[in-house]
């Protein structure tokens, strides 16, 4: 949920997917399965050892929730991690009856826990300079797909450490600045009108904008702006959020400390993206040629944006690919900006040069070469398996590749989703060797323009929690207590598969 510190369409539709995701993998209280889980892992050490324990323990009392033996397994445990200044946090959450257990975690362990009387489907992290962590739940209407009504409670918690320093019961959205310096609340109001409270934690003070009508959300299912932090955290934006706008449309700016709100509107491009008031990217395609056609003039801008709405082209690549699809991402450190298409590409942000790129689509014989030395000698197009998108996590480039089926895991007509029982099901076919994901990771500081990833990694995706093998972001078993792996391990010490 790159949301926080960016600003954009592919942004907001990720976000989107990832907290209605969450919400309904956490919105079901199933104590029964959890018990099983717990039972099955009770002894387990290792990761290993939990994936093939003799499933002989049957007595779970007195154990701490968050033992690492009955959370990194647990299907009902979801993980998430913060951004920026807070990349080294994870926030772990798991149901309990009606509310939700949590956990704050880094490296070294748990930082503080505590409970919550909901069950939330939004959350966000920030860290500090002195090493404190805010971190705010909240179980918002608009972020769920189960229909609630306008009057329905839609409850907000933020923490610094373990302290409250806000909450209310009704609210539209919130956020974090990563770097704990700041949270908003975007907050209804009489007369169908709505506010945006801004809280800044280095100078104890707090400001609120009247919003009016316009970014109110205007029907039960949806808004029409999304609200984040800029990707510096100075400035908070309202977003234009409906489904074909592709960044174009009208954006408002207000800032987190002295400032003025900025208003600007976006339009003549195919897509855009920006980072903050003055400063975004653009892609445009002439209305005249057909944008499936190779070489049909697309071109990918930097652009400073004026006060008067007019903008100022810092630079500009022409590129000669297939119809983009105008989603655009951007590196936590705001370095790289990738975009996809028939190949994907990545444009250093200060020059405008394309420092990588990769194929896509059925060029499976160009994406074996560029996979080859990360896969066992001899390897065969058939082995490479179905590449899905690439994307920015946090500062690395990372593609995403599935091997197998899983169509039999999913549920049959008429048949009551069963978010355990399907999880189930994947896990058994990847311990049986019949599905396989990995991640294929790219250290963006040595990427080579036509470089294979610096290693790849396994994914296990039927849990939020376990982390990848070798060692992509996850929880550990840290002399017995839990503890977050933040990073992936320096290069050096991994093992090629």
């Not at 993998?25 to 717990?38: E, F, H, N, V, Y």
């Not at 990563?178 to 945006?196: C, I």
């Not at 030395?373 to 179905?386: K, V, Y």
Request: aromatic share 10%; hydrophobic share 35%.
């Amino acid at each position: 949920m790159v949301f926080a510190t960016l600003i954009g369409v592919g942004v907001w539709q990720l976000v989107r997917e990832v907290d209605s995701d969450h919400s309904r993998s956490i919105a079901t209280d199933q104590p029964a399965q959890q018990l099983d889980i717990a039972r099955d892992v009770k002894n387990s050490q290792t990761l290993t050892d939990f994936e093939h324990s003799d499933h002989t323990t049957n007595n779970i009392d007195g154990l701490d929730p968050f033992a690492p033996e009955l959370t990194i397994l647990n299907f009902d445990c979801y993980m998430r991690s913060g951004k920026g200044s807070a990349s080294k946090v994870a926030v772990v959450i798991l149901p309990s009856g009606e509310g939700t257990k949590f956990v704050v975690l880094d490296e070294s362990g748990e930082l503080t826990r505590g409970e919550l009387d909901f069950h939330p489907n939004h959350l966000r992290i920030g860290r500090r300079s002195d090493g404190s962590v805010v971190y705010g739940f909240g179980d918002l209407r608009l972020n769920s797909k189960v229909f609630r009504s306008r009057d329905s409670t839609e409850p907000i918690r933020i923490f610094q450490d373990n302290y409250v320093i806000y909450e209310s019961d009704k609210a539209w959205n919130f956020d974090v600045a990563h770097d704990g310096s700041s949270f908003f609340v975007h907050e209804p109001t009489a007369g169908g009108t709505s506010r945006l409270r801004v809280r800044s934690l280095d100078s104890g003070t707090q400001v609120e904008h009247g919003l009016g009508t316009r970014l109110t959300p205007f029907n039960d299912y949806s808004k029409t702006h999304a609200s984040g932090y800029s990707l510096d955290a100075t400035e908070i934006v309202f977003t234009p959020a409906h489904s074909d706008a592709m960044g174009r449309g009208v954006y408002w700016f207000y800032p987190v400390g002295d400032g003025r709100k900025r208003q600007v509107t976006i339009e003549g491009f195919w897509s855009a993206m920006l980072t903050s008031s003055e400063n975004g990217y653009f892609v445009q395609h002439p209305d005249d040629i057909d944008p499936d056609e190779s070489g049909g003039g697309w071109k990918v801008s930097k652009r400073l944006l004026s006060s008067t709405g007019e903008s100022e082209e810092l630079w500009s690549l022409e590129l000669n690919v297939r119809k983009l699809s105008g989603l655009m991402s951007l590196s936590e450190n705001g370095k790289w900006l990738g975009l996809s298409g028939s190949e994907y590409m990545v444009i250093d942000t200060d020059t405008g040069e394309t420092i990588f790129t990769f194929p896509y689509g059925s060029n499976l014989e160009a994406q074996l070469v560029r996979l080859a030395p990360n896969l066992a000698e001899g390897a065969t197009i058939d082995e490479i398996g179905q590449h899905g998108d690439m994307s920015f996590m946090g500062n690395h480039l990372v593609g995403y590749r599935i091997w197998g089926d899983t169509s039999w895991c999913s549920q049959k007509p008429g048949e009551k989703y069963d978010r355990v029982k399907e999880r189930e099901c994947i896990r058994e076919s990847r311990l049986l060797g019949k599905l396989k994901e990995f991640f294929d990771v790219y250290d963006m500081n040595s990427i080579e323009l036509s470089g294979s990833p610096t290693y790849t990694t396994e994914v296990y995706s039927e849990s939020n929690c376990i982390p990848a093998s070798p060692g992509w972001k996850g929880l550990v078993n840290l002399d017995g207590k839990l503890a977050f792996q933040p990073v992936p391990p320096p290069v050096e010490t991994v093992d090629t598969p």
